[in-house]
């Protein structure tokens, strides 16, 4: 049996995004896995008790997802607020729940700074970015899942083609 892909929430078509807004990712492979039940569906920011809609939040300094769960990184929202404690609660709880679920795969939407693997911003709120991951992103890696960005959805398809 293939093994489970966690799937950010955002990406399933769900509104949990700080704006309000979902940013589905519409692809037959998404379909596919839906209906064999191997997506485990999560927003990791409103897992951690963060509202909808919520000010936007970035990694501050360029910092990396990385260097949050080093301590040595924080995640600061727009509007001055430090939100580095549920930042961290929230990749905790996406490692809890893939390792409870098995899933060997994350599918995540990139740029956020949870989500975010392949870019993120770079805390300026200027629309900068550079590469590194996102804080969830860091932590499921750092438990040995393999994730892969919504623009990456090929690459898996062919990872877990290998699997089967
Ligand atoms: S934390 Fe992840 S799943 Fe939740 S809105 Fe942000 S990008 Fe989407």
């Known amino acids: 049996m293939v093994s489970k892909i966690l799937v950010s929430a955002c990406l399933m078509g769900h509104a949990v995004r700080y704006d309000g807004r979902a940013k589905p990712l519409i692809h037959p492979a998404i379909e596919g896995w839906m209906r064999e039940g191997l997506l485990v569906t999560l927003c990791p920011e409103m897992s951690a008790g963060m509202p909808v809609p919520r000010p936007p939040a970035e990694i501050a300094d360029a910092a ?13 929202e727009l509007t001055g607020g430090d939100v580095t404690n549920e930042f961290l609660k929230a990749a905790d709880n996406a490692v809890r729940l893939a390792t409870a679920n098995g899933c060997r795969y994350a599918l995540l939407i990139d740029g956020s700074p949870s989500c975010g693997s392949g870019f993120i911003y770079d805390g300026s709120f200027s ?37 089967a």
């Open 127 to 163: 629309g900068s970015r550079r590469s590194g991951n996102g804080v969830t992103a860091a932590a499921l890696r750092h438990a040995g899942i393999e994730v892969f960005s919504d623009r990456e959805i090929d690459r898996l398809i062919a990872r877990i083609d290998r699997e």
């Open 64 to 76: 990396t997802g990385e260097d949050v769960l080093a301590g040595s990184g924080r995640v600061i």
